[in-house]
């Protein structure tokens, strides 16, 4: 599977410069990991506002990087929170669980 679409990295490279390009994705790095460490424990406290925020953020982070198998994921974690899906919330959290680390790793290679 493709975590990452390289063109929307290309895109990005030429919107903010290629010397850029490395600061911007150890940011990303950085605070999707952190959001990331964060759905689980609000998943399992029931604190669905808190965990459709987290995921709202992740969603525009993960298309502006052009993650998209990743975006899908959170985006549909997002309205599942939204609507308090415990089994939905739970699929996609897992689906995230698996799919974002690939991402991250892509992208701390791609530098």
């Known amino acids: 599977m493709e975590w990452v679409d390289r ?3 290309q895109q990005l490279a030429e919107d903010i410069g290629p ?3 490395p600061v911007v994705i150890a940011v990303f790095i ?3 990991g952190e959001q990331l460490s964060q759905l ?3 998943y399992e406290q029931g604190e669905w506002e ?3 925020r987290v995921a709202h953020s ?3 982070s993960c298309g502006s990087y052009g993650a998209m198998p990743s975006y899908q994921q959170v985006m ?3 309205m599942a929170s939204k609507q308090a ?3 939905e919330a739970e699929r996609q959290l897992q689906l995230l669980e698996a799919s974002l680390p690939q991402v991250l790793a892509f992208l701390a290679d791609y530098q």
Do not use: C, G, T
Request: proline letters at 4%; charged letters at 35%.
């Open 50 to 52: 808190a965990l459709a």
């Open 40 to 42: 689980r424990p609000l």
């Open 7 to 9: 063109k929307v990295l």
């Open 19 to 21: 010397d850029m390009l």
């Open 30 to 32: 950085e605070e999707v």
């Open 76 to 78: 549909a974690l997002e």
């Open 58 to 60: 992740m969603k525009s």
């Open 85 to 87: 899906d415990v089994a």
